[in-house]
């Protein structure tokens, strides 16, 4: 079965569960927390169950009243890692294009940043001190 992740509660539930085990309460008490909105168990129990024939997660029932207990195997793990991987990867493509690099320290620049027009050439710099900097130097 080929598990997809197409959505924010996807995606922080798996990360999650690599943390460490969580019932299934728990975790939709931090995924509201982290996504900043109400999550329903039919967002979340269905995932688990894939999760679980997919054999990335093992449930284990604890406690008096048999509380379920998600927790993440290591094929869960080898999942999480290819799948932050691939996602890392999707952002560096998508932020790429939209950095620049300061005419000074070279430190990468996502927005805004410093920019001044020095021998005729508009720079950018990442702050207003290495703008002073470079044109003591340059």
């Known amino acids: 079965m080929q598990v997809k992740i197409g959505s924010l509660v996807k995606f922080y539930t798996i990360l999650l569960l690599?943390?460490?085990p969580r019932h299934g309460y728990d975790?939709?008490?931090?995924?509201g927390e982290k996504l900043g909105k109400e999550v329903s168990a039919s967002q979340v129990y269905p995932f688990l169950k894939v999760l679980e024939k997919s054999r990335l997660i093992k449930v284990k029932k604890v406690g008096d009243r048999e509380k379920k207990v998600y927790k993440i195997t290591d094929a869960g793990k080898r999942f999480v890692n290819s799948f932050i991987g691939r996602f890392g990867n999707l952002m560096h493509i998508a932020?790429?294009?939209?950095?620049?690099?300061?005419?000074?320290?070279?430190c990468q620049v996502y927005e805004g940043g410093h920019k001044e027009k020095m021998h005729g050439r508009?720079?950018?710099?990442?702050?207003?001190?290495c703008a002073k900097s470079f044109k003591k130097y340059h």
């Open 27 to 31: 975790l939709m008490k931090e995924l």
């Open 18 to 20: 690599s943390d460490g």
């Open 122 to 129: 508009l720079l950018t710099f990442c702050c207003k001190h």
């Open 95 to 106: 932020i790429e294009p939209k950095l620049s690099k300061c005419a000074h320290c070279a």
